[in-house]
């Protein structure tokens, strides 16, 4: 089993900037992809970001992220995390960390977090 927790979450001026981390505990070897995923109300989950946690890190954004979003990693603290940028009020958003045990994208992720609320106004 593994467990996720995500921190960093807050109120910010459009413009501003956050850091969410996501702390993973329990059997992290096993993971082999993490992933932010952000949920508006009355919209369907989106994925942010997604990074390999082997070898040399393989990230991956949304469109609507890239070059604003950083998803980044410290297998040492066994954390990711999602450094957000320039952020528009429509990044405004419960954002979730989730794990995936196998390399295959199209697998639907194993675990999930409780997710940190991103507020972002004009």
């Known amino acids: 089993q593994v467990q996720l927790v995500e921190s960093g979450g807050g109120l910010v001026q459009a413009g501003g900037s956050l850091r969410l981390s996501c702390a993973a505990s329990?059997?992290?070897?096993?993971?082999?992809?993490i992933a932010w995923y952000r949920q508006a109300p009355g919209s369907q989950p989106e994925l942010v970001a997604t990074?390999?946690?082997?070898?040399?890190?393989?990230?991956n954004y949304a469109d609507s992220v890239k070059g604003r979003f950083t998803i980044s990693r410290d297998n040492a603290k066994n954390t990711v995390y999602l450094q957000m940028n320039s952020l528009k009020p429509e990044d405004t958003a419960v954002y979730y960390c989730?794990?995936?045990?196998?390399?295959?994208?199209?697998?639907?992720?194993?675990?999930w977090g409780k997710g940190t609320l991103v507020t972002v106004s004009s």
């Open positions: 989730a794990a995936r045990v196998d390399d295959d994208p199209d697998d639907d992720m194993d675990y």
């Open positions: 329990g059997n992290v070897f096993s993971i082999n992809t």
């Open positions: 990074i390999t946690t082997g070898g040399s890190p393989t990230p």
